[in-house]
C-alpha cells in the first residue's frame, strides 16, 4: 500500500439518528476523511440526504469531506455543497454531458473535484479529463445500495488510470468505493489504491481502529 492509505468511512452506514456519535466514532477509529453519499432516488435507485447534512456535519468534525455525488445534473447543486463545507465533491460522469465544465465550477469554488464511474464504465470515458481532476473514484459495486459484494474486475481500472496520470496529473488520487471489508483486502491492497472507503463493515467493527489499521497496512 502507499505510505499513508487515506480510509474514507461512508456515512451512509451509519445510524442517521446518532450522527454525532458516527462521526466521532470515525475520528477515534483514525479516520482520515469522511464519505459522505449524496442519492436523489433517480441516478440511483435510493434517496439518502442533501447539503444541509454535509453543512451540519461540517460543524461537528475538523475531517475532511468527501461528498459523492450520485445524482441527475450535478452541476445544478455544486454551489449548494460547496457552501456546506466540502472539500472534495465528487460526480459521475454517466449524469453530466458537461463534465469538464463542471469539474471547474468546482474548483473555481476552492474544493477538489472528483469524478466517479460505475462499474459498467471504462477509463476510456474519462481520458480526456484526468489531467483536470484531483481525484478518481472508482466504483467496485453498482452504485446505489450500501452492503454489496466487490466486483474484483473492477479494480484493473486503478492500474489504468495511475498509466494515464502518470504522464499528465501525477498527483491524482484514485479511490475505490464498495464491497470492502476484511474479506476483500487483500485483493485491494495489490492495486494499493490512494483512497479506500468502507461503509458497513466500518460500522459493524467491534474495533474500528484496528479495522482501519487493517485497511491502511502494508
Not at 466487490?150 to 486503478?158: A, D, H, S, T, V
Not at 487483500?186 to 461503509?199: E, L, R, S
Amino acid at each position: 500500500m502507499n505510505k499513508h492509505t487515506i480510509i474514507a468511512p461512508s456515512f451512509l452506514a451509519a445510524d442517521f439518528t446518532l450522527g454525532k456519535e458516527s462521526i466521532k466514532l470515525m475520528e477515534e477509529g483514525g479516520a482520515d476523511w469522511v464519505h459522505l453519499d449524496v442519492m436523489d432516488g433517480s441516478f440511483v435507485p435510493d434517496i439518502t440526504f442533501g447539503h444541509k447534512m454535509v453543512g451540519d456535519i461540517n460543524t461537528k468534525t475538523d475531517l475532511p469531506l468527501d461528498v459523492h455525488l450520485m445524482v441527475e445534473h450535478p452541476q445544478s447543486h455544486i454551489d449548494n455543497f460547496i457552501k456546506a463545507g466540502a472539500d472534495y465533491i465528487t460526480f459521475h460522469m454517466e449524469a453530466e454531458v458537461h463534465s469538464h465544465r463542471t469539474v471547474e465550477l468546482i474548483k473555481q469554488g476552492g474544493v477538489k473535484a472528483g469524478i466517479s464511474i460505475v462499474p459498467s464504465t471504462p477509463v476510456s470515458a474519462i481520458k480526456e479529463l484526468i489531467p483536470y481532476l484531483d481525484l478518481v473514484l472508482v466504483m467496485t459495486v453498482n452504485p446505489g445500495f450500501g452492503g454489496q459484494i466487490m466486483i474484483p474486475r473492477c479494480l484493473n481500472k486503478i492500474e489504468e488510470i495511475r498509466e494515464i496520470s502518470s504522464r499528465v496529473n501525477p498527483s491524482l488520487l484514485v479511490s475505490i468505493d464498495g464491497g470492502v471489508n476484511s474479506d476483500t483486502i487483500n485483493v485491494i491492497k495489490t492495486y494499493a489504491p490512494d483512497v479506500i472507503v468502507t461503509g458497513s463493515a466500518f460500522f459493524k467493527a467491534k474495533d474500528k481502529k484496528s479495522y482501519i489499521n487493517t485497511l491502511r497496512s502494508k
